[in-house]
């Protein structure tokens, strides 16, 4: 069964970085594009980047986020830098069922990212 498994959420001052990691336990790793997603308290889910054929980034977090594949390791990684009260929220690794993450085949359980001002 696909797992992913997510780490490194935890709290941070703004202008603060974070890593995040998700090791997934899927046979054909290399072949996925995977993504992570964010939900604020009171907002829906979005997407905030993804990485397979293409590398894709919300606006928001253009230019302060950065997503890598270890393909070795089965491992996708989230590095947040100058990160801002708004980045709080639950971030979730995705691994995704099409290029562009519209439809995912599994979620990770969630990892909680405090940013404080």
């Known amino acids: 069964q696909v797992q992913l498994a997510e780490s490194g959420g935890g709290l941070v001052q703004a202008g603060g970085s974070m890593r995040l990691s998700c090791a997934a336990s899927?046979?054909?790793?290399?072949?996925?594009?995977m993504g992570w997603f964010r939900q604020a308290p009171g907002k829906e889910r979005e997407l905030v980047t993804y990485i397979g054929g293409s590398t894709y980034y919300a606006d928001s977090v253009k230019g302060r986020f950065t997503i890598s594949k270890d393909d070795a390791k089965n491992t996708v990684f989230l590095q947040m830098n100058s990160l801002k009260p708004e980045d709080t929220a639950v971030y979730y690794c995705?691994?995704?069922?099409?290029?562009?993450?519209?439809?995912?085949?599994?979620w990770g359980q969630g990892t909680q990212v405090t940013v404080s001002s």
């Open positions: 899927l046979r054909t790793f290399s072949g996925y594009t």
């Open positions: 995705a691994a995704c069922a099409d290029s562009s993450c519209r439809l995912i085949a599994r």
